[in-house]
Structure formats: C-alpha cells, structure tokens
C-alpha cells in the first residue's frame, strides 16, 4: 500500500518556524521525486518545493525562495520542509506528493501519490 503522511504543521506566529515532515510506506521514497504543494481556501493549490531522487536538483516557488528549505532523508523514507520566517500568506493545507521520476517539475500534474495534508496557519 503506497502511502504518504505528512506532520508538523500547526498555529505558529509570524516570523516562526516549522518543519513538516513527509513520510513514506509501502514503497521506496528514494526512486520517487518527492513535491511540496499547498492550498488555501479559495485559491488553487500552488507547488511549494519539489526535490529530486538524488536531492541534487531542487526548486522553490518565488514566494518561498529564500525562506523554505527541502531535503529529504532517504535512509528515513522521509522528505522535510524547513519552514523560517514564516508569514500569514503562507497558511494552507499543505500535502507531499511523489512521481515515479528522477525529477518532475513542480507542477501538480506532475505529481501522481498524494498525503493527506497537514495544516499550517500563521497567524497575524
């Protein structure tokens, strides 16, 4: 059974931070490269961060470059998001997604397992 879970996410302040976790069974997280997507209420969800199988290729949406970190644990069957200097407008459900790819850009269509979310929600 392929499954994804994501953790970690909760209320924090402006300015704070968060490390989400997203955790893999059912198969192996190391031939799969792994996204970062989230939704708020009302908007479409966006791609986050993905990272390739290796690690050695990774991208970040503009609006978090800078800020958020992937990385992923292979050994662990898990990918991280550091989250720092968080603000409001990063609130969203945010869910972990995997392709049976080296590297896929980070796009939701290209993305086929998906967790069940976590939320994160910053408050002002």
């Known amino acids: 059974q392929l499954q994804l879970v994501e953790s970690g996410g909760e209320l924090v302040q402006p300015g704070g931070s968060l490390r989400l976790s997203c955790a893999a069974s059912?198969?192996?997280?190391?031939?799969?490269?792994i996204g970062w997507f989230r939704q708020a209420p009302g908007k479409e969800r966006e791609g986050v961060s993905c990272i390739s199988t290796s690690g050695g290729i990774s991208n970040y949406a503009d609006s978090v470059k800078g800020r958020f970190t992937i990385s992923r644990d292979n050994a662990k069957n898990t990918v991280y998001l550091q989250m720092n200097s968080l603000k409001p407008e990063d609130t969203g459900i945010y869910y972990c997604a995997a392709t049976r790819r080296a590297w896929m850009a980070c796009r939701e269509r290209n993305y086929d397992y998906w967790g069940q979310g976590t939320q994160v929600t910053v408050s002002s």
């Open positions: 059912g198969f192996t997280l190391a031939t799969y490269a």
